[in-house]
């Protein structure tokens, strides 16, 4: 386990993501403190807990994670954003998971399933990023950005149903990470991200280039239908574009639920 005061060397009060870490030894889930913490005026604190007890992934999942392993953090913010820009959000929070996770990897190459997952080569889930936002008068009010990232967590301790999808960084470098340096990393990288998307620079470009499933065959549950197809890439817009049936469509939401061949690793 990692103690509160040891987390603190995370914050940098330099940063408007991450200037303070507030750390629970147990807690529902990070995304609704940190939620509450904006509500009260304190914006971009890092919230970080060893166990959540009620733990949100993507539609409506749970998120597991057996305590103190991994890392789970969340900040909330108001960003200075267009409704469109909006939706880079979760781009945006993946790539700064990528960005941290492959320095803490040692440069092992990393991957983006989209929406905003990280994945490793063999298509093994390593961290997810839920970005939870409201709209006041069509103009995005506040968001939160809850991020999880499999770090310590051996395969032999996950549970049967994770244990073909799911990796984490300890398995992938053969040796435990330093939470708290994988922290300062996130938070850095997220800051910069959080910056250029206000300052009008898409993650686009770079998630392109990390893209996981372009050119691959793949099947996506968008929520009403699964529907089967290749990858056409990312749109600007951050939509995935598949061709399906001769068509081309632009997926706003879903899941990615079958991808054909791995990556290089
Ligand atoms: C997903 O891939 O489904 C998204 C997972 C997001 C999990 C993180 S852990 C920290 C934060 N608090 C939550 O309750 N969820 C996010």
Request: net charge negative; charged share 25%; glycine share 10%.
């Amino acid at each position: 386990m990692t103690d509160a005061a040891a987390w603190q060397r995370a914050a940098d009060p330099a940063r408007r993501l991450g200037h303070a870490v507030e750390f629970h030894a147990s807690i529902g889930s990070t995304s609704d403190r940190a939620r509450e913490l904006l509500a009260a005026g304190r914006e971009g604190i890092a919230v970080v807990a060893d166990l959540q007890t009620a733990g949100r992934g993507r539609r409506g999942r749970a998120w597991e994670s057996p305590p103190g392993v991994n890392l789970m953090v969340s900040v909330a913010f108001r960003p200075s954003l267009d409704p469109a820009a909006l939706g880079l959000l979760g781009l945006a929070a993946a790539l700064a998971a990528r960005s941290a996770c492959v320095t803490a990897a040692g440069g092992r190459p990393l991957w983006l399933r989209w929406p905003n997952d990280l994945v490793a080569a063999d298509g093994a889930k390593l961290a997810g990023v839920l970005v939870e936002t409201a709209l006041v008068e069509g103009r995005p009010a506040d968001a939160v950005v809850g991020i999880g990232i499999n770090a310590n967590w051996r395969r032999a301790d996950m549970p049967p149903e994770l244990v073909e999808r799911a990796t984490s960084l300890c398995e992938l470098t053969g040796t435990d990470v330093d939470r708290v340096a994988l922290l300062s990393l996130l938070l850095g990288a997220l800051d910069g991200e959080l910056r250029a998307l206000e300052d009008g620079r898409s993650p686009v470009p770079r998630a392109r280039e990390a893209d996981a499933l372009a050119g691959r065959q793949v099947r996506v549950d968008t929520g009403s239908e699964v529907l089967g197809g290749r990858s056409l890439g990312i749109d600007e817009d951050g939509a995935l574009l598949l061709e399906t049936h001769g068509e081309r469509r632009a997926l706003h939401a879903g899941e990615v639920v079958a991808v054909r061949e791995a990556l290089p690793a």
